[in-house]
């Protein structure tokens, strides 16, 4: 058959899915494609560790909590998720699961002094990402079959201490990303997969600040920019002899501002809660170049968000600290841009952990467990094949972080 004949239209928008689902991570389908957990101790406590932010994963959290640190401090972590999915299809009654494993996400920071008033830190993590697998036998495999997106961010921050009460922070974000998506051709083209994968490295931004006007309450504020990227790669479909050379496309992850206020009443209780805004509406049209075949808009169009986070830890010596928090995600996802490929939902985390130290060193354990269920009754318009992907769609998350920080 000349390949010409098969129907581009849809290709683009499971594309766009398989760029905008990372192969990795926490967060993991928490929102959209964003991973916001990335240090067991503020996971445990809801995440919400933007006003405290007295460790060296403050290069993510908020770089001017570096301001507090005595010394150089290192932190080397993993998150383990499970994302358990399960779609019950309107078309065929059927029940589909996707193919859930654990996947580790790691992390490193470090941090510390430069002068009195001056320090800096360094860090590595993966701040979104995402990875499913439905196989071939879904209703939807022509919409997608298996997604990654791999996507590591280096940063570099400084922070300074403008008076005994407030500090500011900020640096650069050095991103690599890589995407790849799976999807059957739709009828009435051959049975055929067709496979994208395209990477890209970009830059961003984060700035910070951090207000104490006291022992027991302390506020802070974090922004973090977007990244603009431009995967470029290849396409094709091999059963059928197909090959695009030079496709790429391009992605926008969102930039996020989170506010925090932490409270302690005493020396043993911490009380913190978090507000973060992500603009998803950044996901607006992303465009899919084939050449020698005419680009493709692709309307995405999700809608910005909120994350609200709270928790408590309890110290009730220098050696322990045991933490519990939640975390409520709301949906970014319209019914009319669903795409199983991310799932989205309004997403409920529960969180738990408990810290020890001992001389200079602290471990650091979280579990986190996460439920959403969905129903898509008006889905997908842009496809061509919302009737494949209606349906209810429910997710179990577990998740287990662990992590050791070494004061120097």
Known sequence: MNVLNINYRQVPVAILAAALLLSAQPGLQANGFYIPVQDP??????????????????????????????????????YGVRLGIEAETAIDGGRHENDAEFIPVPQVYLGGPVSDRLAAGGGLNAPFGLRTDWGPATPFSVVATETDLTYATAWGVLA???????????????????GTLKRFLAPPNPVAEFEFEGDDISTNWIASLL???????????????????????????????????????????????????????????????????VNWNRLGTSTLRQAPLPDNPIPFNWESNFMYGVGVTYAPNEKWAFSAGYIFIENSQPDLNFNPAVADGDRHWLSAGVSYKAAAW???????????????????????????????????????????????
């Open 41 to 78: 101790f503020a996971t445990s406590r809801g995440n919400a560790f933007v006003a405290s932010a007295d460790r060296p994963s403050a290069v993510y959290y908020n770089p001017a909590g570096l301001t507090q640190l005595d010394s150089f401090a290192a932190h080397a972590g993993v």
């Open 160 to 178: 300074y201490e403008l008076n005994d009460q407030l500090s500011i922070g900020g640096g650069i974000g050095v991103t690599y990303a890589d």
């Open 211 to 277: 207000w104490r006007p006291d022992e027991r309450h302390s506020f802070g504020l974090t922004y973090r920019a977007r990244t603009e990227l431009d995967l470029e790669g290849a396409a094709g479909a091999p059963a059928i002899g197909l090959a695009i050379p030079g496709a790429s496309l391009d992605l926008v992850t969102p930039d996020t501002l989170v506010a925090g206020y932490a409270y302690r009443p005493d020396e043993h209780w911490t009380l913190e809660a978090n507000v973060e805004w």
């Open 362 to 408: 602290t471990m650091d354990l979280a579990y986190q467990y996460a439920f959403s269920d969905r129903t898509v009754t008006d889905p997908t318009a842009g496809f061509d094949a919302g009737d494949l992907v209606a349906g209810d769609y429910s997710s179990r998350f577990h998740g287990l972080m662990l992590s050791f920080n070494r004061s120097f």
